[in-house]
């Protein structure tokens, strides 16, 4: 089975063409295959989100070297959990992208690793088109840290129900949008913003 993309365009008779066609297999490139599963809890208050536990499972072909890879699947993961849950990019009015330093988004810390962390390599066999039939575990890992931004959207989901924040149909508990990234104000106001009312008035009347 093949994958094919065509894009045609010309201006003054120039073919400005590009053609790509693709065989799995045939040309020594090679697909990634990974799976990922997380657990979130999110604070009413704040809109935080706690990462409590994420397992991995990725393939590495035969792996050169487990520790390495290792280290950058789980680093890979992490950074993903930057880019779905806090690195947000602002923009001014012409357009260009403001916050384009460390200082201006907030980038994952010690506090973004789940609480607890399990990673397993695959070795999915022999592959003679690849290096010492190794494959790649540097960036392919980012994308399973979506499983963290699905975690957080069915937390936000179980406390609207709880909360009885929402109606039915289009209001109903389950039905909204979580953005990428996922960052706190918007968590926190997908919830409710008169939480905190709430639970003021939960603390008064237990006196």
Same mark, same amino acid.
């Given at each position: &089975?093949?994958?094919?993309?065509? !894009? ?5 008779? +120039?073919?400005?063409s590009?053609r790509? *066609?693709y $065989? @799995?297999g ?7 295959y990974g ?13 935080a ?27 890979a ?7 779905? &849950?806090?690195?947000?990019?602002? !923009?001014?009015?012409d357009?260009?992208? +403001? ?5 201006? *988004?907030? $980038? @994952? ?13 695959r ?8 290096v010492?039939?190794s494959?790649a575990?540097g960036?392919p ?10 975690a957080?959207?069915?937390a ?12 039915s149909?289009?209001?109903s508990p ?30 008064v009347?237990?006196k």
């Amino acid at each position: &089975m093949g994958w094919t993309n065509f !894009t045609q365009a010309k201006m003054a008779g +120039v073919d400005l063409s590009a053609r790509e *066609y693709y $065989i @799995p297999g045939a040309s020594g490139s090679y697909l990634n295959y990974g799976a990922a599963a997380s657990e979130a809890e999110i604070d009413l208050l704040t809109g935080a989100t706690t990462v409590l536990r994420s397992d991995l499972i990725y393939d590495c072909g035969q792996s050169l070297n487990p520790a390495v890879d290792m280290g950058q699947v789980e680093g890979a993961f992490v950074q993903g959990i930057g880019y779905f &849950m806090s690195e947000e990019y602002v !923009t001014n009015t012409d357009g260009l992208v +403001v916050s384009d330093g460390t200082w201006t *988004y907030k $980038i @994952p810390t010690v506090d973004t690793i789940p609480k607890q962390f399990n990673v397993e390599l695959r070795n999915s066999g022999f592959h003679k088109k690849r290096v010492l039939s190794s494959k790649a575990s540097g960036e392919p890992p980012l994308l399973l840290a979506a499983s963290v931004h699905c975690a957080t959207r069915d937390a936000i989901a179980a406390a609207r129900k709880e909360l009885h924040c929402c109606g039915s149909g289009p209001s109903s508990p389950s039905f909204f949008e979580l953005e990428v990234p996922a960052i706190m104000p918007v968590v926190k106001e997908l919830c409710g913003l008169d939480n905190v009312e709430k639970y003021l008035e939960t603390l008064v009347g237990s006196k």
